[in-house]
């Protein structure tokens, strides 16, 4: 604070600044502090004139985003938001690790990039219709990495409203599960060949019986 005032009785510069207050009852406030001193006609400092603006609130505000947007970007699962319109405004940097597209490869395309082709139309129309009734909709997507590679990913997608009610923006949080569903394929696979060989082992017993 000193050294932002100091300058202003020095010479003829307005100081604007924020900072930190302590109430009579110990507790912190967040200012905005705009001054100026007014010289006499021997250009000496003889008064400071100013306005202090209480903005703990917007301070509040700021540190709940600067939360919420650490929350997001270090998120372990794969994070997407689009507009309306289903136009991508954001990706997280899981995103990119999961697919190999870069933001702005991604930022003003659909998700539609990464289709692999093997969901039929009917599958996004009921997507889209249960969004767009502010609805959240579950589900599994089998789609295509940047690099050609098809992936497994669960997916949960919800709209988010303006304060007049009106849906915005759409938020999509996945999973990738491909190594689930290749355990799950491997795994039906021994089962299978299992129960053939115990079926046929049970037959052959029978026989000999």
């Not at 932002?4 to 930190?20: A, C, F, G, M, Q």
């Not at 008064?47 to 929350?71: H, P, Y």
């Not at 990706?91 to 990039?113: S, W």
């Not at 949080?173 to 082992?201: G, W």
Request: aromatic share 10%; hydrophobic share 35%; with cysteine.
């Amino acid at each position: 604070m000193i050294d932002s005032v100091n300058p202003t009785l020095e010479k003829d510069k307005e100081y604007d600044i924020e900072h930190r207050i302590i109430w009579p009852d110990g507790t912190i406030r967040w200012v905005s502090e705009k001054g100026r001193a007014y010289r006499d006609i021997k250009d000496k400092a003889i008064r400071m004139v100013g306005i202090v603006q209480d903005i703990t609130q917007r301070k509040l505000n700021e540190e709940e985003i600067n939360k919420l947007t650490r929350a997001v970007k270090d998120n372990p699962t794969t994070i997407i938001i689009t507009d309306k319109d289903g136009k991508i405004t954001y990706v997280n940097p899981k995103f990119t690790e999961a697919t190999g597209y870069r933001p702005d490869e991604v930022i003003g395309q659909t998700p539609g990039i990464l289709k692999s082709g093997e969901h039929p139309p009917e599958f996004y129309k009921e997507l889209w219709n249960t969004i767009l009734k502010g609805k959240e909709w579950r589900g599994e997507f089998r789609n295509k990495r940047k690099n050609g590679e098809l992936f497994w990913h669960t997916a949960s997608i919800y709209p988010i409203y303006s304060s007049s009610g009106k849906i915005t923006y759409f938020v999509s949080v996945q999973e990738d599960v491909t190594e689930k569903k290749k355990a799950d394929i491997a795994l039906k696979i021994v089962r299978s060949v299992t129960a053939h060989y115990l079926a046929e082992l049970m037959t052959r017993c029978l026989y000999t019986i």
